[in-house]
Nanobody, 116 residues
Framework: VQLVESGGGLVQAGGSLRLSCAAS????????MGWYRQPPGKARELVAR????????AIANSVKGRFTSSRDNAKNTIYLQMNSLKADDTAVYYC??????????WGQGTQVTVSS
């Protein structure tokens, strides 16, 4: 599976960005898609996850109410809509997929910088 991310950039605090991640290849094996982020000097953390079969979306408490994630099954694309951005949201955001059988794949990462 190949993942191509887009949509990162520089935004002022309070602004919005939308990230996209398009999957190609063995997409029929995908059981979950989502986003992690890694702030400068910190560990990678889960932001959102969509379980494709159950249609369940999980969002981290730190972004709940500000971020939403959705998936376009026809395009094998997942989105992360980020509103009311804060300086603490500055991070490299990574798209990932979980495949049936236990493998997972990661996108190249996209930088999101929120200026205060």
């Amino acid at each position: 599976v190949q993942l191509v991310e887009s949509g990162g950039g520089l935004v002022q605090a309070g602004g919005s960005l939308r990230l996209s991640c398009a999957a190609s290849g063995s997409t029929f094996s995908i059981i979950a898609m989502g986003w992690y982020r890694q702030p400068p000097g910190k560990a990678r953390e889960l932001v959102a996850r969509i379980f494709t079969g159950r249609g369940v979306t999980a969002i981290a408490n730190s972004v709940k109410g500000r971020f939403t994630s959705s998936r376009d099954n026809a395009k094998n694309t997942i989105y992360l809509q980020m509103n009311s951005l804060k300086a603490d949201d500055t991070a490299v955001y990574y798209c990932y997929v979980d495949l049936r059988g236990g493998n997972n794949y990661w996108g190249q990462g996209t930088q999101v910088t929120v200026s205060s």
